[in-house]
Nanobody
Framework: QVRLVESGGGLVQAGDSLKLTCTAI????????VAWFRQPPGKEREFVAR????????YYADSVQGRFTISKDNAKNTVALQMNSLKPEDTAVYYC?????????????????WGQGTQVTVAA
């Protein structure tokens, strides 16, 4: 059973950059669509970014477009989220997700494999 483990979260100042990494254990990311979601304090989980299994299609939430970049390294079995120009409203627990089935163009959240989350806090 594949497990996803996020890392790279922390406390930063507004305007700083941070890179989150999600590593697949006992499984692979190579042929799967992947995504990042986040849950701000007191709010529902929300979509951040996603990538099709072949990396050709990437989509971002309007709130992070132009500041965040999703990428996947099949050799390392990781998916990353590079976050630049961070804002206090980016504060959240960030989760990576992998689609349950291969060759998809997007992650189906209801059946996806999820990581445990990593906290990102952006101070004003």
């Amino acid at each position: 059973q594949v497990r996803l483990v996020e890392s790279g979260g922390g406390l930063v100042q507004a305007g700083d950059s941070l890179k989150l990494t999600c590593t697949a254990i006992d499984g692979t990311l190579g042929r799967y669509a992947v995504a990042w979601f986040r849950q701000p304090p007191g709010k529902e989980r929300e979509f951040v970014a996603r990538m099709s299994w072949d990396g050709r299609r990437k989509y971002y939430a309007d709130s992070v477009q132009g500041r965040f970049t999703i990428s996947k390294d099949n050799a390392k079995n990781t998916v990353a989220l590079q976050m630049n120009s961070l804002k206090p409203e980016d504060t959240a627990v960030y989760y990576c997700a992998r689609d349950r089935y291969p060759s998809g163009v997007m992650v189906v959240a209801a059946t996806a494999v999820w990581g445990q989350g990593t906290q990102v806090t952006v101070a004003a």
